[in-house]
């Protein structure tokens, strides 16, 4: 709840309601459909064919990444641990879901049935060995990140007559799901604010994508309540706790850490592009709640001034230790750090929606052409995006207009709330607690240290803000 000496996470916040989706509860799910559908891939790889911008500097973006070679041989293990356990192997599935991932899209776009085989063959090889993930809290991560990412490259390669889609729906049930639909539920033993935004979102990104891959409308429904109403720090209202006079919409995470943020927008975008594709528009949820707090974080991120409400939460164990920490302001700024977040969010709101975002444009912008898994460093961080959103969603303005088709097959989203208005790379934190710590800790513990592979560049003046929307919401009981 508010406080007078700031922001605590309670419950029982209430939402505005999101209209009815086009799809019906019993109808069947789209596919390919999470964050591409069959319009998506057929965009790509006609623009690329015709040598347009942007699109043909994403492609080759893609085609020079290691990971993107047709060459690439998977390294299953049976189980997997991060955090904590012999050998902490979690790289090794990592690398081979962005390199199933990353040859899959580029079979898309050019057609080149050797890169169809290789994603096949690496999943195929996955799901025919591992059997569980273990380790510390960071186990709920590896599930998390691991698992809707895996699904996204299984989904690429679904109708491919070599891959074995029971096991890979298996493993998704058996082994990636469990993890995160647990942690949703009861956070580790810890109490529900102990974890920041980010832990949640891994999770709620793994159920959803589990229940489109897996064609349970069920577990979708669990990630959409989740996301509207759950009671940790990943649901909507309270990543986004405070919406600014000026329209912007305070991320909490921005109290943390620079990397910690970017990762929680990039995942949270990661949602509601899986969401939208299914005809659920958490996009524009709340009157486009996340599309101000994205815009917030993109501001500060290129250097601009934000302000921040002070922010004290919980943290300990249930029956265990307990405490409270305190962010009383936001933290600090590299304008330089990046990661391939910018082009989904900003490309929906600006041209799906033609929505004002002067900020999130200048953040793709800037960040343009965006790699993935393997252009930003080796540590975890840099693979907790898929990425590629230069190639993946650049779109003609207003292509997917307010009312108008989403892409074929699937349904058409109904979108809800919100203005109709038109309008370098740097080391990355990861979402590990700090090595030794106990499951209150949740620092960054995995920051890599890789040197920037472009210079800072300069933030211009002039950044238009946009219009004010409503007073600075807060949740009742304040």
Wanted: hydrophobic share 40%; aromatic share 8%.
């Amino acid at each position: 709840m508010l406080k007078a000496t700031g922001i605590g996470i309670g419950t029982g916040i209430g939402a505005t309601a999101l209209a009815t989706p086009a799809g019906a509860a019993d109808a069947p799910l789209a596919h390919p459909g999470l964050l591409h559908t069959r319009a998506d891939l057929d965009r790509m790889a006609a623009k690329v064919k015709a040598g347009a911008r942007p699109y043909a500097a994403g492609f080759a973006k893609l085609t020079a990444n290691r990971h993107a070679q047709s060459g690439w041989r998977p390294n299953p293990q049976a189980v997997v641990y991060r955090g904590s356990g012999t050998p902490q192997n979690y790289a090794i599935l990592y690398n081979d879901i962005h390199a199933a991932y990353q040859n899959a899209l580029r079979y898309h776009v050019s057609g080149e049935e050797a890169h169809a085989d290789t994603a096949v063959a690496i999943l195929n090889a996955w799901s025919g060995k591992l059997t569980r993930l273990e380790g510390s809290a960071d186990r709920f991560l590896a599930a998390g990140l691991y698992g809707y990412q895996f699904a996204n490259a299984a989904e690429l390669v679904r109708g491919h007559g070599d891959f074995d889609l029971g096991r890979a729906r298996e493993l998704m049930r058996s082994v990636f799901h469990p993890l995160s639909d647990d942690f949703l539920t009861r956070h580790n033993g810890a109490v529900v604010t102990n974890y920041w935004p980010n832990w949640d979102l891994t999770a709620i990104a793994c159920v959803l994508a589990t229940g489109i891959f897996c064609d349970d409308r069920a577990v979708v429904e669990r990630a959409v309540e989740y996301f509207k109403h759950g009671d940790g720090m990943g649901s909507v209202r309270h990543a986004i706790p405070v919406v600014h006079e000026d329209g912007l919409g305070e991320w909490v995470e921005a109290g943390r850490d620079q990397g910690h943020a970017l990762l929680g927008v990039g995942l949270m975008g990661t949602v509601c592009e899986m969401a939208w594709n299914q005809g659920i528009d958490l996009y524009g949820y709340d009157d486009s709640r996340f599309l101000k707090g994205a815009q917030y974080v993109a501001k500060w991120s290129l250097g601009g001034d934000v302000p921040y409400t002070a922010n004290t939460r919980r943290k300990g164990a249930i029956g265990g230790w307990s405490g409270s920490e305190t962010a009383s302001g936001v933290a600090g700024v590299d304008p330089g750090m990046t990661r391939p977040i910018w082009a989904m969010i900003a490309n929906h709101y600006t041209k799906r929606r033609g929505l004002a975002a002067s900020y999130l444009t200048r953040a793709a912008a800037k960040a343009a052409p965006e790699g993935g898994g393997g252009d930003y460093g080796p540590n975890s961080g840099g693979f907790d995006q898929l990425g590629f959103g230069t190639l993946a969603f650049t779109r003609d303005r207003m292509e997917e207009a307010v009312g108008g088709p989403s892409p074929s097959p699937s349904p058409t989203p109904s979108p809800s709330g919100g203005s109709r208005r038109a309008e370098g790379v740097r080391p990355q934190a990861s979402a590990s607690p700090v090595a030794g710590d106990d499951l209150a800790a949740t620092g960054s513990g995995d920051v890599a240290g890789w040197a920037a592979a472009a210079g800072i560049g300069a933030v211009a003046g002039g950044l238009l803000l946009l219009r004010r929307r409503d007073q600075v919401r807060r949740s009742p009981g304040e």
